[in-house]
């Protein structure tokens, strides 16, 4: 599986082992649509292996988190499948941890996921089981979290509290600083020596550890992604996709058009915007037109996004670019995507397509809602045969 599909589930009971190089913490969490915890009882790992439907059971191959689709209670949308590092201060830099999906019964591989793309991340939503239609699906998920396992939890609703330090008899006498190590295995004291040497500095730690636009305009390189987060809150305000495009030979002009494809949750089309259809979605989309040539300075074609104006059953955006006329992007020089602040103008995101096929479609970049609200940009940069967006639907389904 890759990030964002699903699979239906063929056995009522299922099994979601995580397995990687190193010790890993699964756990499996119960969540409403509301995308929260009903209480901390809907929070099941090693200290509490058993929940409503849902079980934990570790092994040195790997913790499992089971699934009775049949016992999860009506109230509850899905269960989702994460994993944390056990070892104080690693991430997932260098390490694939791996979701396998078994039918607990009979033992077959019904689905596998390894996240990609994994750096300054400390916990992982691995995978997500979930209903749709009166059934149940499998999704691929792969989100990550600077803060760990806490950070997990406290975004679901779960209620995290810190160890209390013991009470001293009497003040302290002070330790010298050579002298002073912290016990093995046992959690960092609140209050260290204050030369105690401490592995990292203990800067606030955003909520999760994707890049952001924190530090200003991020330039990404093909299947790079950048969550839509400034300031710690999702940005939802109205964006701007410019596409340009220049021929690669000068004096000849080249016709492409851009596009936008809108999807659900199962991938499945809702609608496509494009120069033969302005607006969709109540104008949550809008198209600037076409642009015949390709030549001049700026952005060829705009498509404006009011993000926070994307209905809910909407789930991911695809943008895309075709040669109706069949000219092949061989042709095509200094191909882009920029997303852009809708009010201010501000580039907040930049890829620059670099190499080209002699076909006729390009998918640029996606953008995915993710369960917090914000929005994620992830660049594509992938060539297909198709002059039109009708002939992208599937590949760019594919690529969600």
């Known amino acids: 599986m890759t990030p964002g599909s699903n699979l239906p589930l063929a056995a009522a009971r299922v099994a979601v082992t995580v397995t990687a190089p190193v010790r890993l913490d699964v756990s499996g969490l119960l969540l409403t649509v509301g995308g929260k915890v009903r209480s901390d009882d809907d929070f099941v790992f090693y200290n509490q292996p058993a929940g409503p439907g849902v079980s934990h059971r570790a092994a040195s191959d790997g913790d499992t988190i089971t699934v009775d689709t049949s016992a999860v209670p009506a109230e509850i949308d899905k269960v989702v499948v994460t994993a944390s590092l056990d070892a104080p201060g690693a991430t997932f830099a260098g390490t694939e941890p791996t979701g396998t999906v078994r039918d607990a019964d009979g033992g077959a591989v019904l689905a596998t996921f390894t996240p990609p793309r994994l750096g300054p991340e400390t916990a992982l939503v691995v995978m997500e089981i979930y209903r749709r239609g009166g059934g149940w699906k499998v999704r691929a998920v792969g989100q990550g979290y600077a803060d760990g396992l806490a950070g997990i939890a406290t975004d679901f609703g779960v209620s995290v509290e810190e160890p209390a330090p013991p009470a001293p008899a009497a003040p302290p006498a002070p330790v010298p600083p050579a002298q002073w190590a912290p016990p093995t295995g046992a959690p960092a004291p609140v209050a260290p020596p204050p030369q105690a040497a401490s592995p990292a500095p203990q800067a606030p730690a955003p909520a999760t550890g994707k890049i952001n636009l924190d530090k200003g305009r991020v330039s990404l390189r093909k299947n790079q992604t950048v969550s839509l987060v400034k300031g710690g809150r999702p940005l939802l305000a109205s964006v701007r996709m410019g596409l340009g495009w220049e021929p690669a030979r000068r004096g000849r002009s080249i016709d492409l058009d851009a596009s936008v494809i809108a999807y659900g949750p199962d991938r499945d089309k809702i609608d496509s915007c494009y120069f033969g259809k302005l607006r969709i979605l109540d104008a949550a989309i809008q198209h600037s037109g076409d642009n015949l040539t390709g030549d001049g ?43 852009t602040d809708a009010q201010t103008g501000e580039e907040l995101v930049r890829f620059d397509l670099t190499g080209a096929e002699p076909r006729t479609g390009v998918m640029m970049a996606k953008l995915i809602r993710q369960y917090s609200g914000e929005w994620e940009m992830t660049a594509l940069g992938d060539f297909v045969d198709a002059r039109t967006v009708r002939g992208m639907v599937k590949p760019a389904a594919a690529a969600l």
């Open 297 to 339: 300075a700026g952005d060829d074609e705009v498509i404006t996004v009011h993000l926070g104006g994307i209905p809910p059953q909407v789930t991911g955006l695809v943008f895309v670019v075709n040669s109706f006329s069949g000219q092949k992007f061989s042709e095509v020089a200094k191909a882009y995507c920029r997303l």
